[in-house]
């Protein structure tokens, strides 16, 4: 069973500039949410993507936005970049039916 | 709204003490509730959950009872090792108003000594 990848590892972008993160959800999970977890503080929900819709959202402005693809895997693109975007990114999948979430090894995008 | 609070951190034991770290929630419904740990380094990883009232999740040593009256799921080990250093998210899911949506504390960061 392949477990929940991200890429890249890591990203340094400029103020001002566009982000593309990529996922690829666990074998067999339909439902990929993206996370923001600053330095120091817990992980803050992004979104959520369900069959390739958009299935719930936290705070966030909409430069971020996402998509899914047929695959279930997904994108989180990051638009105009401030410096407090700088964070780790994480993605997580789920099956339809459980709340538990499994987790990627995130992205590290340094703003400056 | 649904929220999270744990004891701040950082939490320093030498190994084989006893750990205890608070976690109590606000949600609307009957939420599942979980522990998460994360490595330097490393994204987060399911430690254990409970998914009803009086429900015990326990995995590698650690314990955390679903205690609804006092809205509580504290994590607990009897005897810590160098390699539980890390830090420890608790998380609840499947409320009334978030449905899927995880909602995180804000850590504590566990070091054990030898």
């Known amino acids: 069973e392949t477990g929940v990848t991200q890429s890249p590892t890591h990203l340094i972008k400029t103020r001002g500039q566009q982000v593309t993160l990529r996922c690829s959800s666990q074998?067999?999970?339909?439902?990929v949410s993206w996370y923001q977890q600053a330095l120091g503080q817990g992980p803050q929900f992004i979104f959520q993507y369900y069959r390739e819709e958009e299935n719930g959202r936290g705070n966030f402005p909409p430069r971020f936005s996402g998509l899914q693809f047929p695959n279930y895997s997904s994108e989180l693109n990051v638009n105009a970049l401030e410096l407090d975007d700088s964070a780790l990114y994480l993605c997580a999948s789920t099956s339809g039916g459980g709340y538990e979430q499994y987790f990627g090894p995130g992205t590290r995008l340094t703003v400056t | 709204g649904d929220s999270v609070t744990q004891m701040e951190g950082p939490v320093t034991l030498s190994e084989e003490a006893c750990l205890t770290i608070?976690?109590?929630?606000?949600?609307?419904?009957?939420?599942?509730l979980f522990w998460y740990v994360q490595y330097p380094g490393e994204g987060l990883q399911l430690l254990l959950k409970?998914?009803?009232?009086?429900d015990k999740g326990s995995n590698k040593g650690f314990e955390a009872t679903y205690r609804k009256e006092t809205t509580s799921f504290h994590l607990e080990k009897g005897s810590v090792q160098v390699s539980d250093s890390a830090v420890y998210f608790c998380?609840?899911?499947?409320?009334?108003?978030?449905?899927?949506?995880?909602?995180f504390g804000a850590g504590t960061r566990l070091f054990v000594k030898a």
């Open positions: 409970a998914t009803k009232a009086d």
């Open positions: 998380a609840l899911s499947g409320t009334n108003t978030g449905g899927f949506k995880t909602i």
């Open positions: 074998s067999g999970h339909n439902t």
């Open positions: 608070n976690c109590t929630y606000t949600a609307t419904g009957y939420p599942s």
